[in-house]
């Protein structure tokens, strides 16, 4: 069985500066998908960035990037120049092929001092 | 906005009561989810839709009932809950086939769901 396990619960970042929220995942596949998603207090979860299993490249967006190392199952997300608005719970979640295969983390919490 | 819609954003039922959650999906999508945030726990997926037949359950009590009467609208009917299921209730939607697959969810605001 796939798991996803993202060992920190709670992280802070002083505006303006970078930080990295972490992941790891267990799975005997060899192509899946990777997603991190932000909750904000209004509760919609927002995809971030999705990374394909397949590329080794990094996936970017804009101030967020990923490390994916797929040979240590490592999925973290690097936010820069963070802002206030990055305040939010963010998931970690793992997808194998199709419908219905979606493992999610326990979440981070990211908060962003002034 | 991500194009999924749920309604009632917040519910709160006795446990003999029937209520029901609305999804409706404006994407174009032909798979859409249930999934169960619960506090201090991973989101526990619940039903899987693809093409309105479900492909997934995940074992979840009978008192939970989805209905996908169309590509576009999914229903989540409760009945007789227990406090125990107090939870966030988040819908998704994709597009898993074709070309336009790219395995992206992309979820409803959820329903906040008590049971008293």
């Known amino acids: 069985a796939q798991t996803v396990t993202q060992s920190q619960p709670e992280m802070s970042v002083q505006e303006a500066e970078t930080v990295t929220l972490s992941c790891t995942y267990d799975?005997?596949?060899?192509?899946?998908?990777l997603f991190w998603y932000k909750q904000p207090p209004s509760r919609q979860m927002i995809l971030v960035i999705r990374?394909?299993?397949?590329?080794?490249q990094n996936a970017t967006e804009n101030r967020f990037s990923v490390n994916f190392q797929k040979a240590a199952k490592s999925f973290s997300l690097k936010i820069s120049d963070s802002q206030l608005g990055d305040a939010a719970m963010y998931f970690c979640?793992?997808?194998?092929?199709?419908?219905?295969?979606?493992?999610f983390g326990d979440g981070t919490t990211l908060t962003v001092k002034p | 906005e991500t194009g999924v819609t749920q309604t009632p954003r917040h519910l709160v039922m006795g446990m003999t009561n029937k209520k029901s959650l609305k999804c409706e999906q404006h994407?174009?999508?032909?798979?859409m989810y249930w999934y169960k945030q619960s506090a201090k726990k991973p989101l526990e997926l619940m039903f899987v839709?693809?093409?309105?037949?479900?492909?997934e359950n995940n074992s979840v009590p009978s008192r939970f009932s989805p209905e996908c009467p169309n590509s576009s609208h999914l229903f989540l009917h409760l009945h007789t809950l227990q406090p125990e299921d107090s939870a966030l209730y988040l819908c998704?939607?994709?597009?898993?086939?074709?070309?336009?697959?790219?395995?992206?969810?992309?979820f409803g605001a959820g329903t906040r769901l008590s049971v008293l």
């Open positions: 998704a939607s994709s597009q898993d086939l074709g070309q336009l697959a790219k395995n992206i969810q992309y």
């Open positions: 799975t005997s596949e060899s192509d899946y998908y």
């Open positions: 990374q394909e299993a397949y590329k080794q």
């Open positions: 979640a793992y997808r194998f092929q199709s419908a219905g295969k979606s493992t």
């Open positions: 994407l174009g999508h032909n798979a």
């Open positions: 839709y693809s093409l309105e037949e479900r492909v």
